[in-house]
Antibody, heavy 121, light 107 residues
Framework: EVQLVQSGAEVRKPGESLKISCKGS????????IGWVRQMPGKGLEWMGI????????RYSPSFQGQVTISVDKSINTAYLQWSGLKASDTAMYYC??????????????WGQGTLVTVSS | EIVLTQSPGTLSLSPGKRATLSCRAS???????LAWYQQKPGQAPRLLIYGASSRATGIPDRFSGSGSGTDFTLTISRLEPEDFAVYYCQLFGSSRTFGQGTKVEIK
């Protein structure tokens, strides 16, 4: 069974750094893209970026380029989303998701449970 | 960047009725790259339709997708109580933008 398990909720102050995780299991981790999606409180879904765990090739949405870093550690089947200087506007639920099939044209068919990030002074 | 516009913003219908949700792209897109998701409160999104018209595994056949070019439609033939949720369309080619969502609520 394909599963994506995300790290728990986080509370940080503005300016602090943060790295959240997404551990995949039940499939060959290096052969499916993993993406990250933001959902601000009461709002819609926003695409942040995608990574190919096999070689760590990463593509960011223009809105998130330079604002976050997506990475993987394929030795432990885990993808990461990190910030170096959080802002209050980063407060949101963050989802990781895996492609439904292993083609670049496949949408995200398996989702983590979400990680709530709260940034407040 | 391609923009996806969903309409209506909210659809108020009774159980058993037919729901028709629209997703319009700002430029012509390939059917291959259009997907629909359902999201219920407090839950992660769930993939319903990919390639504009193919149902994902386990999705009931009351859900169907259609369209081409710039206009795509998600149809729920007879609304069940569990179908009241927010629905998003998404492109997943070089651009992976989401539409802003359509909320299907109980009338």
């Amino acid at each position: 069974e394909v599963q994506l398990v995300q790290s728990g909720a986080e509370v940080r102050k503005p300016g602090e750094s943060l790295k959240i995780s997404c551990k995949g299991s039940g499939y060959t981790f290096t052969t499916y893209y993993i993406g990250w999606v933001r959902q601000m409180p009461g709002k819609g879904l926003e695409w942040m970026g995608i990574i190919w765990p096999g070689d760590s090739e990463t593509r960011y949405s223009p809105s998130f380029q330079g604002q976050v870093t997506i990475s993987v550690d394929k030795s432990i089947n885990t993808a990461y989303l990190q910030w170096s200087g959080l802002k209050a506007s980063d407060t949101a639920m963050y989802y990781c998701a895996r492609q439904y099939c292993n083609s670049i044209s496949c949408p995200m068919g398996y989702w983590g449970q979400g990680t709530l990030v709260t940034v407040s002074s | 960047e391609i923009v996806l516009t969903q309409s209506p913003g909210t659809l108020s219908l009774s159980p058993g009725k037919r729901a028709t949700l629209s997703c319009r792209a700002s430029h012509i897109v390939s059917n291959t790259y259009l997907a629909w998701y359902q999201q219920k409160p407090g839950q992660a999104p769930r993939l319903l339709i990919y390639g504009a018209s193919s149902r994902a595994t386990g999705i009931p056949d009351r859900f169907s997708g259609s369209g081409s070019g710039t206009d795509f439609t998600l149809t729920i033939s007879r609304l069940e109580p569990e179908d009241f949720a927010v629905y998003y369309c998404q492109l997943f080619g070089s651009s992976r933008t989401f539409g802003q969502g359509t909320k299907v609520e109980i009338k």
